[in-house]
């Protein structure tokens, strides 16, 4: 399974941009990068996913230079309810035992805590 | 409906006691998913169902975690004879194709939180 490496934590003012960077040395060809943002009490949510070059929605951009061996996500102008734990994932990855499905696999995510 | 609906939200079971999670899928998708979050931020897969069938089980303990998926009905987890190593966020999630197709991503609902004593 690729893994990803994070940063275990960051602080940003608010109104400040925020760059997470992940690595991910060992993707593979077929694998993408999706990033989730997960809430205290609440389960893991969608931000953006992208194969290479930059994705952009209306929440955040996706930074995937040519090797792929990393990803940034870049979130405009953070406010104090952007606060949360961000994940890295890359996918599809075969489970352990090398049979069957796809899974996705997280990380220990990133804390970002935003100060007024 | 239009969320991923995990009930009940908190359980609290004695040890050796056994403790039925259930999930409704988002209405529309094929896929299945059980995680387990044990500590602050660890995720750990349990399985993943297409409809009914299941698609992966590499996750899961069998000796005492069961899961289904069965038509009409929210999905279930079940785990004969909790231990305290059990007590955890337990989060279903959906998706419409196979998780890590692309432009499929997971909705997840807000977990059950199991607590052993």
């Known amino acids: 399974l690729a893994k990803t490496t994070q940063p275990i934590s960051m602080d940003s003012y608010e109104g400040q941009e925020v760059n997470i ?22 389960g893991p949510r969608f931000i953006i996913q992208g194969y290479k070059t930059k994705v952009t929605n209306e929440v955040a951009s996706l930074f995937i230079p040519a090797d792929r061996k ?11 309810s952007d606060t ?33 | 409906g239009e969320e991923v609906a995990q009930t009940p939200k908190h359980l609290v079971r004695g040890e050796g006691q056994k403790a039925k999670l259930y999930c409704a899928p988002i209405k529309g998708h094929s896929y299945v998913f059980w995680y387990q ?15 009914e069938n299941v698609f992966d089980e590499t ?22 004879a909790t231990k305290l190593e059990d007590s955890a966020v337990y989060f279903c999630a959906s998706s419409q194709r196979e998780a890590t197709a692309y432009n499929s ?13």
């Not at chain 1, 060992?26 to 809430?39: G, K, L, M, P, S």
């Not at chain 1, 990393?70 to 104090?80: E, G, I, M």
Request: net charge positive.
């Open chain 1, 21 to 42: 960077t992940c690595s991910h040395n060992n993707i593979a060809t077929n694998d993408y990068i999706t990033w989730y943002q997960q809430f205290p009490s609440q």
């Open chain 2, 59 to 80: 996750g899961m303990p069998k000796e005492r975690f069961s899961a289904k998926c069965l038509p009409n009905s929210p999905c279930s987890l079940e785990i004969q």
């Open chain 1, 84 to 116: 949360a734990v961000y994940y890295c994932l890359v996918g599809p990855s075969r489970s352990y035992s090398g049979a069957g499905s796809y899974q996705l696999t997280f990380g220990k995510g990133t804390k970002l805590s935003v100060i007024p």
């Open chain 2, 105 to 117: 991503p997971l909705h997840f609902g807000n977990g059950t939180r199991l607590t052993v004593t």
């Open chain 1, 70 to 80: 990393s990803s940034t996500l870049s979130l405009p102008r953070v406010s104090l």
């Open chain 2, 37 to 51: 979050q044990v500590l602050k931020n660890e995720f750990k897969f349990l399985i993943s169902f297409q409809n």
